[in-house]
């Protein structure tokens, strides 16, 4: 008792229990940097901006994420989106919001676009691209809902030698599975957390071999 589950949505690929899962890739002109096309002012529960060159926007495909002014007036504000229409590349897009602007927007503001953190999510790649958020519980469809453990005892899949009391991390030669936290080059000490270190998965609570699946005390809140 006691787990802690958070509903996510899978991408459009299907995942296997006891895997790490992370949030969806950003498109690389998505990231930073999209023009503001219509200065706004503060109060205004909408703005327009100008989609990048190489990726088109899909009708609410970053409804409940962010939008955040990442240069220039107004930067700092991080603000939810309510809906949106689709938008071709390089055309103007109009943001619901749902929240206020605190601060005015001009047409030199510049802005990044997140989706909710819990939607389209994927299994852990080798080189982590997002947060990890937690592990599948159960066998998940492609594109479907699905509670996903973020804190608690879980089944986790492992690669390589993991051991008892000691902290997972994900792996970087099996997507989606744990594997023994790194040695910490600045001290030598195993399992020691220094800013910029690998995450942790959590505490090893019984341990599997590799490419079976251990019990991991998660904590990915």
Same mark, same amino acid.
């Given at each position: 008792g006691g787990n802690i589950y958070a509903y996510c949505k899978a991408a459009a690929v299907a995942v296997t229990k006891g895997k790490l899962i992370q949030q969806a890739v950003t498109a690389a002109d998505h990231i930073k940097d999209l023009a503001v096309a219509a200065a706004a002012a503060i109060g205004a529960t909408a703005i327009t901006i100008t989609n990048g060159a190489t990726t088109a926007i899909t009708a609410d495909m970053f409804k409940d994420g962010y939008v955040f002014v990442n240069d220039v007036d107004g930067e700092g504000q991080i603000l939810r989106i309510k809906s949106h229409p689709a938008a071709a590349v390089s055309v103007s897009c109009v943001l619901t919001l749902h929240d206020e602007l605190t601060t005015a927007l001009t047409t030199s503001s510049e802005v990044g676009l997140k989706k909710n953190k819990f939607q389209d999510v994927v299994v852990c790649p080798t080189t982590l691209t997002g947060k990890m958020l937690g592990v599948t519980a159960r066998d998940v469809? +492609?594109? =479907? =809902?699905?509670? +996903?453990?973020?804190? *608690?005892? *879980?089944a986790v899949l492992t690669n390589g030698t993991v051991i008892v009391g000691k902290m997972a991390a994900p792996s970087a030669t099996t997507a989606g599975a744990i594997d023994t936290y790194p040695i910490t080059l600045s001290t030598g000490t195993p399992d020691t957390y220094v800013p910029g270190d690998t995450p942790a998965v959590g505490i090893v609570m019984s341990v599997g071999a590799t490419t079976e699946y251990s019990l991991v005390d998660i904590n990915l809140l």
């Open positions: 469809t +492609a594109s =479907y =809902y699905f509670w +996903a453990l973020i804190k *608690g005892p *879980g």
